[in-house]
């Protein structure tokens, strides 16, 4: 007589690796989809402000909850996530800048001093908008740390490596290897191979898979563990990312109908949209680099450089007409300002650059030649005015002397250090620099 089958209960660890694998195609997806097809979209994913970041915020917010659950508890890895909860803490404080970004209160002048963004908080002194030794220190440590402890302990421990034996032993909790592909795709993305935004990418998956580890050994903590339904984890992960989504997008509503913090989440999507569309156009995408200037000029309509780079995208689409109508738009907008004072050193330095954009050389040159005169006689008359040296700078600039116009930024800048318009010209003027 044969014995009676034996009933299987699916792994739950099973559903929980499939649920993690879509998740991380479906994020992937995205991306890519926002990115190639929806620019506008993609910059509300991956800016500083807008829904992206808050996502990127409330999975760290759930890794610290679960992190503090787990250190409560008498096990090898308590310790483990006593650190993973105090990190956590950090890590949401310094996206949301101590609670600047959702109650919006001026940085100490310190802070505006020596903050690459001018920001309450602390990471943005060695990393920022601009390169930095320590930055990229920072970034190949993350790099490393993520594969080495995302893909390489997984397999280590998987293969029985006697090192990866020791760690587990010794109170580091080995991650499922379907968390891998998060960690190993954060660390591309901190990389910055494509710079694209690409470290918001990274964050929000490495906060992902932080969330779905802790959540993973929580689980595991739980009595009876026999009797867990198979469908717990794999729910527990869909309730989690759905959890973080409704708080991210409860949050970004609120900033968007607060008119103080409405008024600088807008000013992070112009921002984003002006260099998303220098961005789409290095990479030859003119149909996303048009269609987020178009939307400035919305906002705009008589911005002279926005105009030019329009048409700077319609010239490389073989749009003939649309590029002189738009160029021809630019110059007659300064063409009235300059008929009222043709002494003005910005609607010369526009002029300059419209008229070289259209092949009028000669008249470029004059307008050049004329803001130069007025930019020299302007730190002569008045050498105690920063303007006066930001000025000359950008006529220096314009005339392709590159490090003489980063001398007279920085000379603004030692005038007044918290102006954001004389510290981006200097760090812009820095990078050419380094980069020529």
Not at 311 to 336: C, P
């Amino acid at each position: 007589m044969s014995e009676p089958r034996r009933k299987i209960t699916p792994c739950p660890e099973k559903s929980g690796a499939l649920t993690a694998t879509l998740i991380f195609a479906a994020v992937a997806s995205l991306f890519i989809i926002l990115a190639t097809e929806f620019p506008q979209l993609y910059i509300l994913a991956t800016y500083e402000d807008l829904p992206g970041e808050w996502t990127q915020a409330f999975f760290f917010t759930a890794t610290l909850i679960t992190s503090l659950l787990l250190a409560r508890k008498s096990h090898p890895y308590r310790l483990f996530f006593a650190l993973l909860a105090l990190a956590c803490f950090y890590v949401v404080g310094e996206e949301i800048s101590w609670g600047q970004r959702l109650f919006s209160f001026t940085s100490p002048e310190f802070f505006q001093r020596h903050n690459l963004q001018q920001e309450f908080n602390l990471h943005n002194f060695l990393t920022g908008p601009t390169a930095t030794w320590q930055k990229r220190a920072i970034e190949l440590g993350l790099v490393a740390a993520l594969v080495g402890y995302g893909l390489l302990y997984p397999l280590l421990q998987r293969n029985g490596n006697r090192l990866a034996r020791w760690f587990k032993e010794h109170g580091l909790p080995v991650p499922p290897l379907s968390l891998s592909p998060y960690f190993v795709t954060g660390a591309l993305c901190e990389l910055r191979l494509f710079s694209f935004n690409e470290a918001e990418i990274a964050e929000l998956l490495i906060a992902m898979a932080l969330a779905f580890l802790t959540l993973h050994h929580f689980l595991l903590t739980q009595e009876d563990r026999g009797r867990t339904p198979p469908w717990l984890e794999a729910t527990a992960m869909v309730g989690v990312v759905l959890a973080c989504l409704a708080g991210a997008g409860s949050v970004s509503w609120y900033c968007w109908t607060a008119p103080e913090l409405h008024k600088q989440m807008a000013k992070r999507i112009t921002a984003g949209q002006k260099k998303f569309g220098q961005r789409y156009y290095r990479y030859g995408d003119w149909q996303n680099s048009a269609i987020l200037y178009k939307a400035l000029l919305v906002k705009t309509p008589e911005d002279r450089v926005l105009l030019r780079s329009l048409a700077s995208t319609y010239k490389e689409m073989g749009d003939e007409q649309s590029f002189l109508s738009t160029n021809v738009k630019a110059i007659r907008l300064d063409m009235i300002q300059y008929g009222r004072n043709p002494r003005q050193i910005a609607v010369n330095l526009s002029l300059f650059e419209s008229f070289q954009q259209n092949g009028r050389q000669e008249k470029a040159r004059l307008h050049l030649t004329r803001a130069m005169e007025e930019s020299r006689n302007k730190v002569l008359l008045e050498p105690y005015n920063a303007g006066s040296f930001y000025w000359y700078g950008k006529c220096l600039q314009a005339k392709g002397e590159t490090n003489a116009a980063k001398e007279q930024f920085a000379r603004a800048v030692s005038m007044k250090p918290t102006s954001k318009r004389y510290l981006q010209a200097y760090r812009k003027s820095l990078h050419e620099l380094n980069n020529s």
